[in-house]
């Protein structure tokens, strides 16, 4: 199944320092009064304990990553991930965002960084180690945001000086491995709707304990925006997951929070459609 023409090859680097530091005479000296081998446990230091412009960058690019993640489907073991080409727009315009923000966070550590290096000092006390802390041109060479796109191969494009029977086998291999690799990517869209019907239906399964359940804004939203996504991830045009996807998106459209908190039969008739939803295919 031909995916050049639905989908890219993208993948995401993000590198941020972790600015920590094992302390190997604590380590040393913990393990000795415990009466320990050495290598029995390690003493760890956080180099910027007690402020937060590093670990605000960290969060960030987790938080980059994530959305990465929920916007492609798997492919290569690492790096790269198949993107649709129905979400490229929306995805380069979010990461352009992302980078721009990632690397005014960046900026703002280098442009405090002596002055956090000081904190450190007061902040580690006795654990503080001037060595720990690299020059500041050094520390900028840490981080970085990388992204590359680039189209799905074809079997086509091999262009190898070798006998034809090798390039058979070859392309032959290479369009196996294609296949196994496309049954992965859509099968992850099942999965995350598998997983979203099942969280809901499980929310609702113990009656006795619906009326101690709080149930906020996301219990409806997060459905539709996954039923929203779906309908760009399903690379394959797959008629049984928009199916799924659109009798999902239906019932929770027609969900109304207020009742599912006040009332039981509200609560028990949404828990029947998504539980039919459930049995009617195979996950």
Known sequence: MAINSSAVLVEL????????????????????QAGAVRDATQTKKNLFAGTS????????AAKVRLYHNQHTLPWADKGERLLPTKLFMDYKQQMNRYET?????????????????QEAQAN??????????????????????????KPVPASGDFRLDVPAEDMDELRSEFEMQQQE??????????????AQLVSISEKFTDADDDTKKRYHDSFITNP?????????????????????????????TGANLESLKEDADARSELKSKVDAILGKFDW
């Open 124 to 149: 580690l006390n006795k654990l503080f180690d001037a060595n720990d802390y690299p020059p500041l041109e050094d520390v900028k060479l840490k981080f970085g945001f990388r992204r590359t796109v």
């Open 101 to 117: 923000e990632f690397n005014d966070l960046c900026n703002q550590f280098f442009d405090n960084y002596a002055d956090l290096v």
């Open 13 to 32: 680097n993000i590198s941020v320092w972790p600015a920590s530091k094992i302390d190997r005479e604590v380590t040393d000296q913990i393990n000795s």
């Open 224 to 252: 539709l925006e996954l039923c929203s996504l779906l309908s760009k991830l399903n690379i394959t045009n797959d008629p049984k997951l928009e199916e799924a996807r659109r009798q999902l998106e239906i019932t929770m």
């Open 181 to 194: 690799k496309l049954a992965e990517a859509v099968r992850e869209p099942w999965e995350r709707l598998h």
């Open 53 to 60: 412009l590093r670990k605000n960058i960290e969060r960030y």
